[in-house]
Structures are given as C-alpha cells and as structure tokens.
C-alpha cells in the first residue's frame, strides 16, 4: 500500500517568507508525527497528533512553528517568517497508535528545506 | 540532551564483515527502536525490541537490548555493500510515542 507521502521535496525560500509543508500519513494511521533533522541538532521531535486529543507541541522550537492536522488525516507545517537555522529536512511519521508507544512508526522521504 | 549517545560514530568496513553498533541511553524506555537512513531522507524501520526482550533477530540483524546498563547494540552480519547508510536508534517516550533519536552512526561497507 501506499506509504508516508510529503511535499514538498524540496524548499528554497527566502529569509522572512512562510513555508508550508505537507504530509499525508498512511490510510488509517491516527497518530502523526513531525520531526526536524539538521546538521547541529540531529533528528529531532517536533510536534505529535492522537486521534481528536490535543497535539503535543512540547518540540516545537519556536512560536513560528505550528501545525495542523485537519480531518484527522492531512497534516500540515507551517513555519512563519523564516530564518536560516530553520533549514532542515522535515520528516513526517505515521503510526495505528501511540498507546504505550509500541507501535512502529513509518516515516515519509522528507522535506528538504533551505532558507537563504 | 535527551538524546542518546551511539558508537562508533562512523565506522567503515569490507563486505562480508560484520558490523555492531552500540547505542546508550539515560532514561526508562518502553521499547528501543532501530532505523536506518539513506542518503539523508527517509527513515527506515528496522526493528522494535520492547523493554523486557533481550534480544531479537531480524534475517541479518541482530538486536539485544540490556536495560540494566541501559544499552543497546544492533548487529549486521555479512555485511553488504547496501547495507551503506546511517544507522539511529531511538527510544520511545513514554505514552505519546515520540522518539527520541541517537546521533547515529554512519556504516561504509565496502565491496
């Protein structure tokens, strides 16, 4: 079946503009996650979504950063007024649940995002 | 940093060999998982060892996982020149299920 899916592949933006990425998890997964991986930091957690339960944001680096996950299933990350050090690739995962944490995640290729 | 702390961080070897990589971590666990990743995009799932197993297989892979000192270590046995890629592990926190990755270690097998 069809897997993790992001897009963008590829960003370029400039300094001070907003981005949004996009990530379309797998067809009945209901918790989705972003994580952000760059050369200083390595791969981190951003943000998680449940089902309807309030999203965990606790990864988020900065109030520029939000993300939504409408109908339960499309998400979507938006990082306003860019910045160099947000240059990264932002990956998406998906799993059937986050209950005890035993389920694997699937992660999608990534979005490669670079701010000059 | 909650991040773990993996060895070595780069490791080169012939094809055939095997290869262990050693992952360590600070905290309780649910379960530890292994990834890999190539050519830095998507990751890769390779194996989930639960907090109370001890060791699992997976064709060449082999996983053990020892809580007392915290540790874990992935082997690759006879290696080959595919199995080229950089290799995380990652514990899960508590009950939302986030990871929280290692550094990594980048394998080179050489044919």
């Known amino acids: 079946g069809a897997g993790v899916s992001q897009s963008p592949s590829n960003k370029v933006t400039e300094k001070g503009k907003d981005v949004e990425l996009r990530c379309d998890p797998i067809?009945?997964?209901?918790?989705l996650y972003w994580y952000r991986q760059s050369l200083g930091q390595g791969l981190e957690f951003l943000i998680y979504f449940q089902g309807n339960s309030a999203p965990d944001k606790s990864g988020l680096p900065s109030d520029r950063f939000s993300a939504e996950r409408t109908g339960g299933s499309v998400s979507t990350l938006t990082i306003q007024r860019t910045q160099q050090e947000d240059s990264a690739v932002y990956l998406c995962?998906?799993?059937?649940?986050?209950?005890?944490?035993?389920?694997?995640?699937?992660f999608g290729p990534g979005t490669r995002l670079l701010v000059l | 940093s909650q991040q773990g702390e993996e060895d070595p961080q780069a490791l080169s070897i012939q094809e055939g060999e095997n290869a262990t990589m050693n992952c360590s971590y600070k905290t309780s666990i649910n379960n530890l998982q292994w990834y890999r990743q190539n050519s830095g995009r998507g990751l890769v799932h390779l194996i989930l060892?639960?907090?109370?197993?001890r060791e699992k297989h997976s064709g060449r892979l082999r996983v053990t996982l020892d809580t007392s000192k915290k540790s874990s270590s992935l082997l690759i046995t006879a290696s080959r020149a595919a199995d080229t890629a950089s290799y995380f592990c990652?514990?899960?926190?508590?009950?939302?299920?986030?990871?929280?990755f290692g550094q990594g270690t980048t394998l080179q097998v050489k044919p």
């Open positions: 995962a998906s799993s059937l649940a986050a209950a005890g944490g035993q389920e694997t995640q699937y």
């Open positions: 990652a514990r899960v926190s508590s009950n939302t299920g986030k990871l929280i």
């Open positions: 067809s009945g997964h209901t918790a």
């Open positions: 060892i639960r907090s109370n197993e």
